[in-house]
């Protein structure tokens, strides 16, 4: 990348978590070769430009180590805008009387990847996940059941393990809360849908403008795309506003484009 003593021109931005809020850990530029380590399992790398002078570019390599301290959790709900994963212990399981033979879903069919955890990775909208649309967010809930096998009489308890992933619209945390109650174990994860926008350089669509900031000339045509990248069928994507302005931070001098829909 370009150098400079400030790196102010091209250079990497690490940041300790999911969003460019969450802490700066350090910038990169020329061709100095730090290493940085995050503080969780969420790192965010920022590449940005200017118009002038390019060069090769980057490459980055990382690895993972386990944190300091307590062992892994019992249970690990992860979302994303197209499929659901549930980790779960196997020590957690035999603490309940359980293992992984007596393990299903809403849809038997699905079964899990076992090696030292239990693992279950599925498309939002399969496996008997129940949708539910809730207005500003739509819930995807699965449950677990664990049940005896080969016995009708018995003294183990029938546990149920619900695991919810809330998709918001606006949200960047991922938040995981996991109850203490060997009855129901309720594990919930927040996260966002996947989507993307894209400059055009024609009316087909086949060919993405790359180059950021996009330069365009008095009273050019732009085409722009907004796609939805998930695995259920039944969402749409709605431009609710569309804005332009001369100033950068978006100021009080600003042009609607589209209000509302």
């Given at each position: 990348l370009e150098l400079d003593q400030n790196c102010q021109f091209d250079f990497i931005a690490v940041y300790d978590g999911l969003t460019t809020n969450t802490g700066l850990i350090g910038k990169v530029c020329g061709r100095s070769q730090p290493k940085f380590e995050s503080s969780s399992n969420v790192m965010t790398v920022v590449l940005s430009t200017d118009y002038a002078n390019s060069y090769r570019g980057f490459s980055a390599q990382y690895i993972?180590?386990?944190?300091?301290?307590?062992?892994?959790?019992?249970?690990?709900?992860?979302?994303?805008s197209d499929s659901m994963k549930i980790v779960l212990s196997k020590h957690?399981?035999?603490?309940?009387?359980?293992?992984?033979?007596?393990?299903?879903?809403?849809?038997?069919?699905?079964s899990p990847v076992t090696a030292d955890s239990v693992i279950f990775s599925f498309p939002l909208a399969?496996?008997?996940?129940?949708?539910?649309?809730?207005?500003?967010?739509?819930t995807y809930t699965n449950i677990i059941s664990l049940s005896a096998t080969g016995n009708?009489?018995?003294?183990?308890?029938?546990?149920?393990?619900?695991?919810?992933?809330?998709?918001?619209?606006n949200s960047t945390l991922e938040v995981i809360y996991v109850t203490k109650n060997n009855v129901i174990q309720n594990t919930t994860a927040v996260g966002r849908y996947n989507v993307s926008m894209s400059f055009y350089d024609s009316e087909s669509f086949s060919k993405p403008v790359r180059q950021s900031p996009y330069y365009v000339?008095?009273?050019?045509?732009?085409?722009?795309?907004?796609?939805?990248h998930s695995t259920d069928p039944n969402l749409l994507v709605f431009?609710?506003?569309?804005?332009?302005?001369?100033?950068?931070?978006?100021?009080?001098?600003?042009?609607?484009?589209?209000?509302?829909?």
């Open positions: 993972s180590a386990p944190l300091p301290g307590p062992v892994e959790p019992d249970t690990l709900l992860t979302c994303s957690y399981l035999a603490s309940l009387g359980y293992n992984e033979t007596q393990l299903q879903l809403n849809d038997p069919a699905c399969s496996c008997g996940t129940i949708k539910k649309d809730e207005g500003q967010s739509i009708i009489i018995t003294r183990q308890k029938s546990v149920q393990i619900i695991a919810k992933c809330k998709m918001e619209n000339d008095l009273n050019q045509t732009l085409f722009a795309q907004v796609s939805l431009v609710d506003s569309c804005t332009a302005s001369p100033q950068a931070d978006f100021g009080s001098l600003t042009y609607d484009l589209i209000r509302s829909g």
